[in-house]
């Protein structure tokens, strides 16, 4: 008998046979580790935003409308993202700069997730949009694909603001154009003279929707000063090119600035008491009326600014509005160390140096300082027996402010938001304010609206602006 007759001997070694055990092992959990990593990749690859967006929304770090705004990216495959900024495509870069703008905090938090780029990598991708003075072509391109695609109807309609910020004199070198920059410049380049002028505000002009939630700037100018006539052709401008693309301008809000004012005329409306008239032709469309609306915070300001550089303002057949009467409810309640349910303080007595701030104006003619001057004479506290006139220019002027402030349907009352229902209700309130408005008197019996202080009566032609806008949308 042969060995090789036996086919279940081993030829090999015990030493040969444990070499090639230990090669196959060490194969086997090579194979089973490069199936585990291509487990784990197709996973990663199957993974997108929606995930980490989900996850955002749940942390409370967007609001429900940015979350609308971002699910067009929700099926981005979160692998494509690396740290190489180079290799960002056009939609990575657009999920990018829009979760920032929406919010700096999710797009933080993202990050520790994903290798977003730097905010100021953001930064230099939006530089390259072309951000020289005057209109953007830019976003008239854009507004009119808005009015072209889905959900348009948020996009008919809008009012346009303009209002004017002092910026600090400065020349720089614009690397990209070439050229120095800094002088007044209306959208055509600076004038190359030794005698331009270096800028010293940014005219900003505004789109804001009326059917829609949605803001946009149109364009910026730099100047040193500008005349009514210039402003008046440059709002031109703003209504003409919205209407090349498909929108409709409805109102020009804007503050009592003296050249706004100018403009007015220049756009063919009036502010004489007794020529008030609050709208003007549209430059595309002699059909169509643009109101004048002036901004009611800025109204507001003016109103308190009055009262107090004038101390008395007659109010004829009601009584006198006085300064003084508001100063005693701050002096009795800091005396007794009690709050009549209002919040004056010394900042709202003494504004002087806090003359922008709208909310003081706001606490400091309030129907809560006229409830307290009510109550006060009500109960022959001594001091406050002649406050009749004080209350109803109070309470006259915070309703205004409530109606022409409002914005949410779920408020009651003045804050309700205005619709055809509600402007039928505050109809009478309005015209009787306007009444009341343009019949104060200082205490010479000169009227305020023909005073210095006169645009403190462009809250009556606000209101006569919605009376006009009521009747035309019934």
């Not at 990216?73 to 979160?78: A, C």
């Not at 905010?119 to 939006?126: A, C, G, I, K, N």
């Not at 007044?184 to 005219?203: N, V």
């Given at each position: 008998m042969k060995l090789s007759d036996h086919c279940y001997t081993i030829k090999d070694s015990p030493r040969q046979l444990k070499r090639r055990c230990d090669e196959l092992k060490e194969n086997l959990d090579s194979t089973k580790k490069a199936l585990n990593n291509a487990q784990h990749r197709e996973a990663r690859a199957k993974r997108t935003l929606s995930t980490l967006l989900t996850e955002v929304e749940k942390e409370k770090l967007i609001a429900s409308e940015a979350r609308q705004m971002l699910k067009s990216?929700?099926?981005?495959?979160?692998q494509l993202f690396t740290k190489n900024t180079g290799a960002y495509?056009?939609?990575?870069?657009?999920?990018?700069?829009?979760?920032?703008?929406?919010?700096?905090?999710?797009?933080e938090y993202c990050r520790k997730r994903l290798p977003l780029p730097a905010?100021?990598?953001?930064?230099?991708?939006?530089s390259t949009i072309d951000s020289r003075p005057g209109f953007s072509e830019q976003v008239f391109s854009f507004l009119k694909d808005k009015v072209q695609g889905e959900n348009s109807w948020q996009y008919k309609s809008c009012s346009v603001m303009i209002?004017?910020?002092?910026?600090?004199?400065?020349?720089?070198?614009?690397?990209?154009?070439?050229?120095?920059?800094?002088?007044?410049?209306?959208?055509?380049?600076?004038?190359?003279?030794?005698?331009?002028?270096?800028?010293?505000?940014?005219?900003?002009?505004?789109?804001?929707?009326?059917?829609?939630?949605?803001?946009?700037?149109?364009?910026?100018?730099?100047?040193a000063g500008i005349n009514a006539t210039v402003q008046a052709q440059l709002v031109r401008t703003a209504f003409c090119k919205l209407h090349e693309v498909g929108m409709r301008g409805?109102?020009?809000?804007?503050?009592?600035?003296?050249?706004?004012?100018?403009?007015?005329?220049?756009?063919g409306s009036r502010l004489?008491?007794?020529?008030?008239?609050?709208?003007?032709?549209?430059?595309?469309?002699?059909?169509?009326?643009i109101f004048i609306s002036f901004d009611a915070c800025h109204m507001l300001k003016l109103l308190r600014n009055a009262l107090e550089a004038m101390g008395v303002i007659v109010l004829p057949g009601i009584g006198i509005a006085r300064w003084s009467d508001i100063a005693k409810v701050h002096e009795l309640q800091q005396k007794e160390g009690l709050r009549a349910a209002n919040k004056l303080t010394e900042a709202h007595i003494h504004f002087q140096q806090q003359k922008m701030n709208v909310q003081l104006a706001a606490q400091t003619l309030s129907a809560s300082v006229g409830t307290a001057l009510r109550f006060l004479s009500s109960n022959k506290i001594e001091g406050f027996s002649d406050t009749t006139g004080t209350q109803k220019f109070v309470f006259t002027?915070?309703?205004?402010?409530?109606?022409?402030?409002?914005?949410?349907?779920?408020?009651?009352?003045?804050?309700?938001?205005?619709t055809i229902e509600t402007f039928r209700k505050v109809i009478p309130f309005l015209r009787e304010s306007r009444q009341l408005l343009l019949s104060m008197t200082d205490s010479q019996g000169k009227r305020l609206c023909e005073s210095r202080r006169h645009m403190a009566h462009g809250c009556p032609g606000l209101c006569r602006q919605h009376q006009q806008s009521a009747v035309a949308g019934q």
């Open positions: 990216f929700e099926n981005l495959p979160m495509n056009d939609e990575q870069r657009q999920f990018a700069t829009t979760l920032h703008y929406y919010s700096p905090k999710a797009y905010p100021s990598t953001l930064r230099r991708w939006l209002d004017g910020m002092s910026i600090r004199k400065h020349i720089d070198w614009d690397p990209v154009q070439q050229k120095m920059i800094g002088f007044t410049d209306l959208g055509a380049g600076s004038l190359d003279s030794d005698s331009q002028q270096e800028a010293t505000e940014a005219l900003v002009i505004m789109a804001v929707g009326l059917t829609g939630h949605w803001k946009v700037t149109l364009g910026y100018f730099l100047i409805m109102a020009l809000i804007m503050d009592g600035h003296a050249t706004n004012q100018a403009m007015v005329h220049e756009l004489t008491p007794g020529q008030l008239t609050s709208y003007f032709d549209h430059p595309m469309e002699s059909a169509w009326r002027v915070d309703r205004l402010f409530d109606t022409l402030n409002s914005r949410t349907p779920k408020a009651s009352g003045y804050k309700q938001a205005l």
